[in-house]
């Protein structure tokens, strides 16, 4: 049996960052992660020849200051978005070129829909003190209201709400009626608004880390060193006066505290004795993870380049509703991100691999070109299958969850003490929020040897 200070359960970003700055404060510490590697819902695969794809997480933010510095820590550059010529929407099935973030040329009536709808996400984020959503004005109303419910009543046009239904319940890898408005409203108010959760340049899809999300895990690892133990799922954390027993697949550790950075949907999984306070056993049960895959299709180079295209694109309800150039900072190979998310990923998964393959690249001719049905390889990870990450790669809260369950995101339970993107007020669903969420926890815990 393994004796330290802290044992951390998950080796993501929010449990890494934990581990490293438990650490570097002098603590003994022991990291059990459930898979055979580490990065969670982040994960780099290398191609060769200096590329690779990142099948998670992968986009860094502006104001996403933790990541950031943690990149600077370790020597990580970032690299910017390539953003250079027009997007692309395609409404039946007529593709529209656009510069920004709202696409402007779609009508009068779609497009005053469309900034209409963008106003008042902005104003409502406004109202919503992010440390405590549950107490927003209006709070009981919203968390009784679906963001399909608010779509409804305030989107008219039907390609402007198909649009931003893609868009916005896309963040959540949900459908629209399965989301609470409030925990909506929470998120984007966390990542400072609309315009910046579904924005590309000075927004959440801004930069990249050369080298894909394992340039930063990787090198944390490799300072843990042997603190890490893979192939070890938690099965059960035990509480006493004196400590707590966590014990794993094959491995138990004996530690003073005890800080769990896996999704709200995995915790559910690990048997805690004495058992969790109602609330907290209640928010394991109601904040499920969604459905999401991502494709790369990789082509010899980006030629959607030369076509005056940024590889930006969006098209509702087909089997590649949003695209975006992942292109590593060499520009070479051309890599196409195919992103699928909620109902439509879930209708994908039940299709056969070589028909939904074909599925996604004749959409990716019709935006594209004959050039994108011809990639030179192509992947897919699809997280709905994931064991250890429980679906998508944010939990969200359906409605009634945030105002009844909600204060019990990040209060610890006894020695035990909750990390992960879901519990950062700032930056939630994002890498940057992970990243806080360890290094709050990790606080917590050393501060309690000076309380």
Request: proline share 6%; charged share 20%.
């Given at each position: 049996?393994?004796?330290?200070?802290?044992?951390?359960?998950?080796?993501?970003?929010?449990?890494?960052?934990?581990?490293?700055?438990?650490?570097?404060?002098?603590?003994?510490?022991?990291?059990?992660?459930?898979?055979?590697?580490?990065?969670?819902?982040?994960?780099?695969?290398?191609?060769?020849?200096?590329?690779?794809?990142?099948?998670?997480?992968?986009?860094?933010?502006?104001?996403?200051?933790?990541?950031?510095?943690?990149?600077?820590?370790?020597?990580?550059?970032?690299?910017?978005?390539?953003?250079?010529?027009?997007?692309?929407?395609?409404?039946?099935?007529?593709p529209h070129r656009y510069k920004g973030t709202v696409p402007l040329k779609l009508g009068p009536w779609v497009t005053a829909n469309m900034g209409i709808a963008f106003l008042n996400l902005e104003r409502l984020c406004r109202s919503i003190p992010v440390n405590e959503p549950w107490n927003a004005p209006n709070a009981a109303e919203h968390d009784a209201t679906t963001l399909a419910?608010?779509?409804?009543?305030?989107?008219?046009?039907?390609?402007?709400?198909?649009?931003?239904?893609?868009?916005?319940?896309?963040?959540?890898?949900?459908?629209?009626?399965?989301?609470?408005?409030?925990?909506?409203?929470?998120?984007?108010?966390?990542?400072?608004?609309?315009?910046?959760?579904?924005?590309?340049?000075?927004?959440?899809?801004?930069?990249?880390?050369?080298?894909?999300?394992?340039?930063?895990?990787?090198?944390?690892?490799?300072?843990?060193?042997?603190?890490?133990?893979?192939?070890?799922?938690?099965?059960?954390?035990?509480?006493?006066?004196?400590?707590?027993?966590?014990?794993?697949?094959?491995?138990?550790?004996?530690?003073?505290?005890?800080?769990?950075?896996?999704?709200?949907?995995?915790?559910?999984?690990?048997?805690?004795?004495?058992?969790?306070?109602?609330?907290?056993?209640?928010?394991?049960?109601?904040?499920?993870?969604?459905?999401?895959?991502?494709?790369?299709?990789?082509?010899?180079?980006?030629?959607?380049?030369?076509?005056?295209?940024?590889?930006?694109?969006?098209?509702?309800?087909?089997?590649?509703?949003?695209?975006?150039?992942?292109?590593?900072?060499?520009?070479?190979?051309?890599?196409?991100?195919?992103?699928?998310?909620?109902?439509?990923?879930?209708?994908?998964?039940?299709?056969?691999?070589?028909?939904?393959?074909?599925?996604?690249?004749?959409?990716?001719?019709?935006?594209?070109?004959?050039?994108?049905?011809?990639?030179?390889?192509?992947?897919?990870?699809?997280?709905?299958?994931?064991?250890?990450?429980?679906?998508?790669?944010?939990?969200?809260?359906?409605?009634?969850?945030?105002?009844?369950?909600?204060?019990?995101?990040?209060?610890?339970?006894?020695?035990?003490?909750?990390?992960?993107?879901?519990?950062?007020?700032?930056?939630?669903?994002?890498?940057?929020?992970?990243?806080?969420?360890?290094?709050?926890?990790?606080?917590?815990?050393?501060?309690?040897?000076?309380?």
């Amino acid at each position: 049996m393994a004796d330290v200070d802290v044992c951390v359960v998950g080796a993501g970003f929010a449990g890494l960052t934990a581990a490293l700055r438990l650490v570097q404060a002098g603590r003994t510490v022991a990291v059990l992660e459930a898979r055979d590697r580490v990065g969670g819902r982040t994960f780099t695969d290398s191609l060769g020849n200096g590329s690779y794809i990142d099948r998670g997480g992968a986009w860094v933010g502006p104001t996403q200051d933790r990541i950031h510095a943690l990149m600077d820590e370790f020597g990580v550059p970032s690299y910017k978005q390539f953003n250079e010529g027009a997007n692309l929407v395609v409404l039946d099935g007529k593709p529209h070129r656009y510069k920004g973030t709202v696409p402007l040329k779609l009508g009068p009536w779609v497009t005053a829909n469309m900034g209409i709808a963008f106003l008042n996400l902005e104003r409502l984020c406004r109202s919503i003190p992010v440390n405590e959503p549950w107490n927003a004005p209006n709070a009981a109303e919203h968390d009784a209201t679906t963001l399909a419910t608010w779509l409804k009543g305030n989107v008219y046009s039907k390609p402007a709400h198909d649009l931003l239904e893609t868009g916005v319940a896309g963040c959540y890898t949900s459908a629209a009626s399965e989301v609470s408005l409030l925990f909506v409203l929470f998120q984007m108010a966390s990542g400072g608004g609309p315009r910046f959760v579904l924005g590309v340049e000075n927004g959440s899809q801004d930069a990249r880390p050369v080298g894909g999300m394992g340039a930063i895990y990787r090198p944390i690892a490799d300072y843990l060193g042997e603190r890490i133990h893979l192939n070890q799922p938690v099965r059960s954390i035990t509480q006493d006066a004196d400590g707590a027993t966590v014990r794993a697949e094959s491995t138990t550790v004996r530690a003073s505290r005890v800080i769990v950075a896996v999704p709200i949907a995995i915790a559910s999984h690990i048997l805690f004795d004495p058992q969790l306070p109602v609330d907290r056993a209640m928010l394991h049960q109601r904040m499920p993870g969604g459905s999401i895959m991502k494709v790369a299709a990789i082509y010899d180079e980006p030629f959607w380049r030369a076509d005056g295209l940024t590889g930006l694109s969006a098209s509702p309800g087909t089997a590649a509703p949003v695209t975006i150039d992942a292109c590593t900072a060499s520009g070479k190979p051309g890599i196409l991100c195919v992103i699928v998310e909620g109902p439509n990923c879930r209708r994908l998964g039940r299709m056969t691999e070589s028909d939904r393959r074909q599925a996604i690249l004749s959409d990716l001719a019709i935006r594209f070109g004959p050039k994108a049905a011809n990639p030179v390889d192509y992947h897919e990870q699809d997280w709905t299958l994931e064991r250890y990450s429980g679906g998508g790669m944010l939990s969200h809260a359906p409605t009634g969850v945030l105002t009844e369950f909600g204060p019990a995101l990040r209060a610890p339970c006894g020695r035990i003490h909750w990390a992960g993107t879901e519990s950062s007020p700032v930056m939630c669903g994002w890498v940057d929020g992970a990243v806080r969420s360890g290094e709050r926890a990790a606080h917590e815990v050393i501060d309690l040897a000076y309380a």
